[in-house]
């Protein structure tokens, strides 16, 4: 822990998610009213980090920092945490 998170929404099909100076593209799309969030969304960071392991912990963290964020980003938005 310790890294900071946060998100940027380039397009309605997915999301950016930076912790310190990693990145890692999440496939969500933004066109339904309720956005599930899982862990099989995570799948790997960006390069030059792609072939570091994502523990399923790390996963779980990850998920639910995306959670916290997008309710501040998009409060109106129901967000579904599945096997978190």
């Known amino acids: 822990m310790g ?3 946060r998100i940027k929404i380039p397009h309605f099909w997915c ?3 930076y ?3 990693k990145k890692m593209t999440v496939d969500i799309d933004f066109r339904d009213p ?3 969030l899982n862990t099989k ?4 960071w960006d390069e030059p980090f792609e072939k570091e392991t994502i523990t399923d912990e790390e996963k779980k963290r990850i998920v639910r920092n995306i959670k ?3 309710e501040v980003l998009d409060n109106y938005r129901k967000i579904v945490l599945e096997d978190v």
């Open 41 to 44: 969304l995570i799948t790997r």
């Open 34 to 36: 309720v956005l599930y």
């Open 3 to 5: 890294n900071t998170c």
């Open 19 to 21: 912790e310190g100076d």
């Open 68 to 70: 916290d964020e997008l």
């Open 15 to 17: 999301l950016e998610y």
